[in-house]
């Protein structure tokens, strides 16, 4: 069966420190990955993009790595900072032009 | 900024109600989605949108349906609510049919139904 997984247990960090979140899938052969910030109570808001034939991008703190052999992404925040705290989604070209969501990682960075 | 406004933050409904759920976007996306979220569940996809009057199913359409009458508006329906339709409601919308493009989510509608 299809499954998108992120570890459901929060990461807790310090400041500082970088972040890395996973995200591993089975049974898709996606086109791309996307990543999400969502803060509690709130929708999910895009961060990052990565394509099929792109190893890593790179916005600002943030890092994506893509390995389609592996069927993983790595998600970095470098630098982390308290106001990082929240829960990032990973989300894949799941065909038909639409996208799946994992489950989400929560992240805590401490002061 | 696109904007992606949502009619309710929070709603309170009994089983068996009819409920009505809106979304507003203001930047002339052509398309527009309806998830729900659950701890352990994440997103799934209810229903979407790419023209008006159109809909498609997603991965879990069962007591839901759509309405699409104006670009901009996207609304969900619980024909007949029930307990297990407690969720966070998302709505979300896209410039154009390009799976990789962004989607703009709304702040979401928490119901609950008792």
């Known amino acids: 069966s299809q499954k998108i997984e992120q570890n459901s247990e929060a990461l807790n960090i310090q400041e500082g420190k970088t972040a890395t979140l996973t995200c591993n899938y089975t049974n898709y052969s996606p086109a791309y990955l996307q990543w999400y910030r969502q803060d509690p109570g709130r929708g999910p808001v895009f961060l990052l993009l990565i394509r099929e034939n792109e190893k890593e991008k790179r916005k600002e703190r943030l890092k994506v790595t893509f390995d389609t052999t592996l069927k993983q992404s790595l998600f970095h925040i470098t630098a982390s900072q308290p106001a990082d705290s929240a829960t990032y989604l990973c989300a894949l070209d799941g065909g038909f032009q639409k996208l799946v969501f994992g489950t989400g990682t929560r992240l805590l960075v401490s002061p | 900024d696109v904007k992606v406004t949502q009619s309710s933050r929070y709603l309170v409904k009994r089983t068996g109600e009819k409920v009505f759920l809106e979304c507003v976007q203001d930047m002339d996306h052509e398309n527009m989605f309806w998830y729900r979220q659950d701890p352990g569940l994440g997103l799934r996809l209810i229903y979407f949108?790419?023209?008006?009057?159109?809909?498609e199913k997603g991965d879990i359409p069962e007591g839901y349906s759509v309405s699409r009458e104006k670009k901009e508006r996207f609304s969900l329906i619980l024909e007949s609510a029930s307990t297990n339709q407690t969720s966070m409601y998302l709505c979300a919308s896209r410039l154009g049919a390009g799976g990789e493009e962004t989607q703009y989510f709304g702040p979401g509608t928490r119901l609950l139904v008792l």
């Open positions: 949108s790419y023209d008006v009057k159109m809909k």
